[in-house]
T-cell receptor, first 115, second 114 residues
Framework: DAGVIQSPRHEVTEMGQEVTLRCKPISGHNSLFWYRQTMMRGLELLIYFNNNVPIDDSGMPEDRFSAKMPNASFSTLKIQPSEPRDSAVYFC?????????????FGQGTRLTVV | AQSVTQPDIHITVSEGASLELRCNYS??????LFWYVQSPGQGLQLLLKYFSGDTLVQGIKGFEAEFKRSQSSFNLRKPSVHWSDAAEYFCAVGAPGSSYKLIFGSGTRLLVRP
């Protein structure tokens, strides 16, 4: 398996524009996570899906952020409108399921810069 | 609330020297504990994890970690560091029952002198 695939790797956009980040989890994994990494706040869990259903979105910072998982092999994280403070590295991760014996596999991340 | 503290922002060791990265957690019971490594421009890779049982956990790449309940610590060790170990290391804690919600420490950047 190619692992968790994220696109794009880098995104530069102007303030106010819509940004869509994409993630393809590992085949057979039924849990998917979106994380954000910044210098100030470190790694933060934004949202967690299980079997394509959002289970916990308490980490989503504002209504400008939304995430979807239309099927088991694809998820998006959308920011509309984007702001400079959204600049960060966004990671997608997937795992086989809940519980103690799961391991989250991370993608390489999308580095977002909002100017 | 759960929290994780990695007191060392940077650590520099010579190649071949031993390594210990510190991690302290705050949680009311025994949490699930993890160490991840992040190489530049890459995602995070799991080194090892502790759920229960033997408090000394072996991981990949020659790393090990020891859970010490009395000290609320889960320090990562390696007897002999290689130049390829230079990376950022993250300790994380998960609550049993909701282990998906990992709380990460702020990370320790390891530099290796030739």
């Amino acid at each position: 398996d190619a692992g968790v695939i994220q696109s794009p790797r880098h995104e530069v956009t102007e303030m106010g524009q819509e940004v869509t980040l994409r993630c393809k989890p590992i085949s057979g994994h039924n849990s998917l996570f979106w994380y954000r990494q910044t210098m100030m706040r470190g790694l933060e869990l934004l949202i967690y899906f299980n079997n394509n259903v959002p289970i916990d979105d308490s980490g989503m910072p504002e209504d400008r952020f939304s995430a979807k998982m239309p099927n088991a092999s694809f998820s998006t994280l959308k920011i509309q409108p984007s702001e400079p403070r959204d600049s960060a590295v966004y990671f997608c991760a997937s795992s086989e399921g809940q519980g103690r014996n799961t391991e989250a596999f991370f993608g390489q991340g999308t580095r977002l810069t909002v100017v | 609330a759960q929290s994780v503290t990695q007191p060392d922002i940077h650590i520099t060791v010579s190649e071949g020297a031993s390594l210990e990265l510190r991690c302290n957690y705050s949680y009311g019971a025994t949490p699930y504990l993890f160490w991840y490594v992040q190489s530049p421009g890459q995602g995070l890779q799991l080194l090892l994890k502790y759920f229960s049982g033997d408090t000394l956990v072996q991981g990949i790449k020659g790393f090990e970690a020891e859970f010490k309940r009395s000290q609320s610590s889960f320090n990562l060790r390696k007897p002999s560091v290689h130049w390829s170990d230079a990376a950022e290391y993250f300790c994380a804690v998960g609550a049993p029952g909701s282990s998906y919600k990992l709380i990460f420490g702020s990370g320790t950047r390891l530099l290796v002198r030739p």
